[in-house]
C-alpha cells in the first residue's frame, strides 16, 4: 500500500465532480430549509390568531401550510440522503484506490442512488410549490367594481 503523490491526484481528480454535485445539494437544502422555516412561522403566526378567535379562513390555511411542510420534510429528507450517498461515492473513491479493492459497483450504485435521492427532493419540492401557488390563487380577494355615480 504505497501510495504515490500521482495517485492522490488521480484520486482527487475522480472526487471533483460529485464533490460538484454536492455543492448543488446543499444549495437546494438551503432553499428547502428556508420553505420550511416561512411555513413554520406563518403556522404559529395563524395558530396564536386562532387562539384569539375562531376563522375558517385560518384553518384551511393551516391545513394547507401542513400539507406543505410534510412534502418539504420529505424533499429535505431525500435531499440529505442524496448528501450522505455522495460523501459515501467520495470516501469510496479514495479507499478502493488506495487499497486496491475493487468497488465500482458499490460507487456506481451509490451514485445513482443518490441522483435517484436528488430527483425525488426535487419532486417533492415542486409538488409543494404547486400548492402553495394553488393556495395562494384560491385565498386571494377580489376585487370589487368601483361603484359609479350615476
Same mark, same amino acid.
Not at 484520486?11 to 437544502?29: H, K, S, Y
Given at each position: 500500500?504505497?501510495?504515490?503523490?500521482?495517485?492522490?491526484?488521480?484520486?482527487?481528480?475522480?472526487?471533483?465532480?460529485?464533490?460538484?454535485? @454536492?455543492?448543488?445539494? *446543499?444549495?437546494?437544502?438551503?432553499? /428547502?430549509?428556508?420553505? =420550511?422555516?416561512? #411555513?413554520? !412561522?406563518?403556522?404559529? &403566526?395563524?395558530?396564536?390568531?386562532?387562539?384569539?378567535?375562531?376563522?375558517?379562513?385560518?384553518?384551511?390555511?393551516?391545513?394547507?401550510?401542513?400539507?406543505?411542510?410534510?412534502?418539504?420534510?420529505?424533499?429535505?429528507? @431525500?435531499?440529505?440522503? *442524496?448528501?450522505?450517498?455522495?460523501? /459515501?461515492?467520495?470516501? =469510496?473513491?479514495? #479507499?478502493? !484506490?488506495?487499497?486496491? &479493492?475493487?468497488?465500482?459497483?458499490?460507487?456506481?450504485?451509490?451514485?445513482?442512488?443518490?441522483?435517484?435521492?436528488?430527483?425525488?427532493?426535487?419532486?417533492?419540492?415542486?409538488?409543494?410549490?404547486?400548492?402553495?401557488?394553488?393556495?395562494?390563487?384560491?385565498?386571494?380577494?377580489?376585487? /370589487?367594481?368601483?361603484?359609479?355615480?350615476?
Amino acid at each position: 500500500m504505497n501510495i504515490q503523490l500521482g495517485d492522490i491526484g488521480h484520486i482527487i481528480q475522480l472526487a471533483i465532480a460529485p464533490v460538484f454535485l @454536492l455543492n448543488g445539494v *446543499c444549495t437546494a437544502l438551503m432553499v /428547502l430549509i428556508n420553505r =420550511l422555516a416561512r #411555513i413554520i !412561522d406563518r403556522s404559529r &403566526v395563524l395558530e396564536d390568531r386562532l387562539d384569539v378567535a375562531y376563522n375558517d379562513n385560518y384553518l384551511t390555511e393551516l391545513d394547507v401550510l401542513y400539507r406543505r411542510s410534510h412534502l418539504i420534510n420529505y424533499a429535505i429528507t @431525500l435531499a440529505t440522503a *442524496c448528501g450522505l450517498f455522495v460523501c /459515501l461515492v467520495i470516501a =469510496l473513491l479514495f #479507499i478502493g !484506490d488506495t487499497t486496491e &479493492v475493487t468497488l465500482d459497483k458499490y460507487i456506481a450504485g451509490l451514485f445513482v442512488a443518490s441522483v435517484i435521492s436528488l430527483i425525488g427532493s426535487f419532486g417533492f419540492l415542486l409538488r409543494e410549490i404547486f400548492i402553495a401557488s394553488a393556495a395562494m390563487r384560491a385565498m386571494r380577494h377580489v376585487r /370589487l367594481s368601483p361603484k359609479t355615480n350615476e
